[in-house]
């Protein structure tokens, strides 16, 4: 079956300790999205990548790194996260890079941070 | 810079009632219109998107859409609605500018559609 996957699903942690979000697409596609979801803000962009090795900062990558290795992968890091990075945080995939293309959504990692 | 506004944070209606789901949006150059349903505890998906040709356009479960390029609306429609439609809606727009960003979609901060028995 064609799908994102995020991993974990849920998960509580501590000031400052570091922890990633693992996401992985098994669709071969090029564009990977990290997205939050907060209650009245939408979801807004953290990184994108077009490709392996190739990301860029989306509106609030403040807090957060990620990595594109391989294809199918996009993890994002947070090295040292904050009560404020409580989120609901979502990977996206899409097979290119133009903006007429779908993105796939992962079903997301609800982080909370104490 | 674009920019999307859903117009209503939450609409309630009665099942078998009709619904709008109002979208705006702003940008100095010609753009792609998305809308995705979110469902309770789910991830995103797409309901339907507008690239070029006829403004109207048909997605799943029956809503369709209405690109308006002189006042910048892309309004969602749905003539009957049933309990299962209750989920969160958003309108997305991306850039045809094949620069950097291409591919990013910029969201509206949502519409919580509400379908009462």
């Known amino acids: 079956e064609a799908q994102v996957t995020q991993n974990p699903r849920y998960l509580i942690t501590v000031t400052g300790k570091k922890l990633t979000v693992t996401c992985s697409q098994n669709?071969?596609?090029?564009?990977m999205s990290w997205y939050r979801q907060d209650p009245g803000l939408g979801l807004r962009q953290i990184y994108y990548?077009?490709?392996?090795?190739?990301?860029d900062k989306g509106d609030v990558p403040e807090g957060y790194k990620v990595s594109r290795k391989e294809k199918r992968n996009f993890p994002l890091i947070l090295e040292s996260p904050s009560p404020n990075q409580t989120s609901l945080y979502f990977c996206?995939?899409?097979?290119?890079?133009?903006?007429?293309?779908?993105?796939?959504f992962g079903p997301g990692t609800r982080l909370t941070v104490t | 810079a674009q920019s999307v506004t859903q117009l209503d944070s939450q609409v309630p209606v009665f099942e078998e009632a009709p619904v709008e789901l109002r979208c705006n949006y702003s940008?100095?150059?010609?753009?792609?219109l998305f809308w995705y349903v979110q469902y309770p505890n789910q991830g995103l998906q797409l309901l339907l998107k507008?690239?070029?040709?006829?403004?109207l356009v048909k997605g799943i479960n029956g809503f369709e859409a209405e690109f308006n390029k002189s006042q910048t609306s892309f309004h969602l429609r749905k003539p009957s609605v049933h309990i299962s439609d209750t989920a969160e809606y958003f309108c997305?727009?991306?850039?045809?500018?094949?620069?950097?960003?291409?591919?990013?979609?910029?969201f509206g901060k949502g519409t919580k559609l509400s379908v009462k028995p």
């Open positions: 996206a995939s899409s097979p290119g890079t133009g903006g007429t293309y779908e993105q796939y």
């Open positions: 507008y690239l070029s040709g006829s403004t």
């Open positions: 997305a727009v991306s850039d045809m500018n094949y620069g950097g960003s291409q591919g990013n979609l910029i």
């Open positions: 990548s077009m490709n392996v090795e190739v990301t």
């Open positions: 669709m071969n596609h090029e564009y």
């Open positions: 940008s100095s150059v010609s753009v792609y």
